[in-house]
């Protein structure tokens, strides 16, 4: 883990945990309009070699993993729609997704780091 504590290196922490908290931002978006989801994990991929070592890092495995996990979970609830159970699925895949959002946002807004999955 990164253990610099320079002014610069605060700086840059801080600008880190500021992006990470748009991140969320856009994921949470994604309930109304769903293309923010596609900027959020641009995002993620583009900025995720500058977390690394750091606490952030976490952040971004877990919004990485709940942006593909919540893609498939609508595949799976759109094939599965005509026979009723894709209404299931979507429901506790927004229900999982909210709770991911949340959890991390409170999280980050803690300075904690997501649990290892």
């Avoid at 922490?13 to 969320?24: C, D, E, M, P």
């Avoid at 293309?35 to 995002?43: F, Q």
Wanted: charged content about 15%; some cysteine; overall charge neutral.
């Amino acid at each position: 883990m990164n253990t610099d504590s320079t002014p610069v290196a605060d700086e840059k922490n801080a600008s880190l945990k500021t992006l990470t908290t748009v991140i969320y931002a856009l994921y949470a978006l994604a309930l109304f309009a769903g293309v923010s989801a596609i900027v959020a994990i641009v995002l993620n991929y583009i900025k995720r070699e500058e977390v690394q070592g750091t606490w952030l890092e976490s952040h971004f495995r877990w919004q990485i993993s709940t942006f593909w996990w919540s893609v498939v979970w609508c595949v799976v609830g759109w094939l599965t729609f005509i026979i009723l159970i894709g209404w299931v699925v979507w429901g506790v895949a927004f229900v999982w997704f909210v709770y991911r959002i949340a959890k991390g946002w409170l999280n980050l807004n803690d300075n904690k780091p997501m649990p290892v999955q």
